[in-house]
């Protein structure tokens, strides 16, 4: 059963429709990604979400509960981490962490119990009196999303909480969101990183403040049409003006290799034979995998 | 001889006790895409600011675009270009009005500097966007003007600090076209980043963790010799067997 539902969301400002008609909906111990480019709706629509904003028209649910009429009633159960960092640099780790408790009433014992529990869970428990800001990039973030769990939320709704961090913070990072899957969170999540993308549940591509796809990550790789080749070889100039001169396909650099984008209808021979014709008969080629960015990169060109 | 770019040899930075930069060595070429990567806090950007003549190093010796870094690093600052995704350009200017400021302060101006803001208008398919107050433009579309900014007066070395890191892919892909480029006609890119997927697009990377170079090569040679899957995953482990700070 879903535990947040959005229902063809419409959010504008003056004129300029930032969510336009977005479904989507979590269930408990479910992870969504949402990614999708700078101005596509997603801080928007998790404003929302989480009641911060109004909306046009449809709606929002948290456990059947509207945000229109029972924000009261929903902000409980909810965590939000918004994009910028919203702690008080002044404060310490642990003072940050009162503070946000006694916005929610979490006090005494319970506190105490909580604070520890959340100090093991993201490593905080050496940093406790350095003040919040003179983190660590990847440390910031994980007292954020303590401050955001200290009144035990069931919906967590992250925005870009890992942009600027760096990859080892960020795989402690979701380390600490697999964790609060197994016991039953429904969380949302916002990245630009493919990479994290991969360890959703689900995922929500979005653009233009529309869905353009969701599946599971292995239902939106099968989504791409067409296949990609690699091309062991350093890309220089002139190679890159010789492989552009083949029929029918798409070369492109890929650090120190090329990629080749091929047709759904042109077979890995055809391929070979084309390759050979303009002197490429010699070079090591592989097939590989289209990855997500590939299946986005594929489905915004399409728009 | 090798015309380097880059060259640096025992490259150390100490504030008190703390070595931020632990004798690194390095030599770029021209003409190559080089990802200077690293966690946060590692000491990239402190080794970046001693590249660009900023900050005086505490021992070791080398060049920049030919000019020692201890004695002649007032010349390297305006033989190199800078871009960050911070770079700030003025909101309330167009593009090219902001060229044309960044242009003055480079000594560009009158007939040569318009020339060379068409040059880049055309190069880098600004045209659709250029005259644009840039506060309203995505920003994909500012980064690439930031980047002619940060070329105007043709640097052979040009550092890029996280230049598309945290940017969707089709905006990313269209940038590191531009950048390829660059690279073509022989310009050294040095690219600061912590992101994998910025790094894959480099033609040789290093790794910095606490201060020193762990590791230096090509990234798919780096994945491959560790046998794992992909960037993000060699520099996790490569990384973590080195120990953390938390």
């Known amino acids: ?303 | 001889m090798m015309d380097y770019a880059v060259v640096i040899d025992g490259l150390s930075k100490k504030f008190g006790a703390f070595a931020a930069v632990d004798g690194i060595s390095l030599k770029v070429e021209y003409g190559e895409i080089f990802g200077f990567l690293g966690a946060n806090g590692a000491g990239k950007t402190t080794a970046i600011r001693m590249l660009c003549g900023l900050l005086q190093p505490t021992s070791g010796t080398g060049t920049v675009n030919g000019f020692d870094i201890n004695r002649e690093y007032e010349k390297i600052k305006p033989s190199i270009g800078y871009m960050s995704q911070k770079f700030s350009l003025y909101g309330d200017l167009t593009g090219r009005e902001n060229l044309q400021f960044y242009g003055t302060v480079y000594g560009l101006r009158g007939g040569r500097l318009k020339g060379r803001i068409a040059e880049l208008v055309d190069g880098l398919s600004l045209d659709e966007f250029i005259d644009r107050p840039t506060g309203a433009l995505p920003v994909g579309w500012r980064q690439r003007i930031a980047l002619a900014a940060a070329i105007l007066h043709r640097p052979r070395i040009v550092f890029l600090d996280e230049p598309t890191g945290g940017v969707d892919p089709v905006f990313r892909r269209r940038f590191w076209e531009i950048l390829y480029r660059l690279a073509d006609d022989g310009t050294n890119l040095f690219v600061t980043t912590h992101y994998m997927d910025e790094a894959e697009f480099c033609s040789r990377i290093s790794i910095m963790h606490r201060g020193k170079i762990v590791v230096v090569g090509r990234p798919r040679e780096l994945v491959a010799s560790r046998g794992l899957r992909n960037l993000q995953e060699t520099f996790i482990s490569l990384i973590s067997e080195q120990g953390t700070d938390g």
Not at chain 1, 130 to 144: E, I, V
Not at chain 1, 280 to 292: K, N, Q, S, T, Y
């Open chain 1, 1 to 303: 059963m879903s535990v947040l539902e959005v229902t063809r969301l419409f959010k504008r400002y003056h004129g300029l429709t930032a969510v336009d008609g977005f479904s989507m909906a979590v269930e408990a111990g479910r992870i969504v990604a949402v990614a999708g480019p700078d101005g596509a709706g997603k801080t928007s629509l998790f404003r929302a979400a989480c009641g911060l904003i109004d909306f046009d028209s449809g709606d929002v649910t948290v456990g059947g509960i509207s945000v229109k009429t029972g924000m009261g009633r929903i902000k409980p159960l909810m965590g939000y981490m918004p994009q910028s960092f919203s702690l008080y640099p002044d404060l310490s780790v642990e003072e940050n962490l009162r503070f946000y408790a006694g916005l929610f009433g979490v006090s005494g014992d319970v506190f105490a119990s909580r604070r520890e529990r959340l100090y093991r869970f993201s490593g905080l428990e050496p940093f406790v009196k350095r003040r919040a800001g003179n983190l660590s990039g990847g440390m910031k973030q994980k007292l954020a999303l303590s401050c955001a769990l200290i009144h035990q939320p069931s919906v967590l709704i992250l925005d870009e909480p890992t942009t600027g961090v760096d990859p080892l913070s960020r795989q402690q990072f979701w380390d600490i969101l697999m964790s609060l899957r197994r016991d039953g969170a429904a969380v949302i999540v916002a990245t630009p990183y493919m990479d994290e993308v991969a360890l959703a549940d689900r995922v929500v591509f979005m653009h233009a403040g529309k869905k353009l796809a969701e599946g599971t990550p292995d239902e939106l790789r099968r989504l791409y049409s067409g296949g990609i080749y690699r091309l062991a070889l350093e890309p220089t100039a002139e190679r890159m003006a010789l492989l552009s001169g083949i029929e029918g396909v798409a070369p492109y650099r890929f650090g120190a290799d090329v990629h080749i984008y091929v047709p759904p209808d042109m077979s890995g021979g055809e391929l070979a034979a084309r390759l050979a014709d303009s002197g490429f008969g010699d070079a090591p080629v592989e097939r590989i995998e289209a990855g997500l960015e590939d299946v986005f990169i594929q489905l915004m060109s399409g728009q």
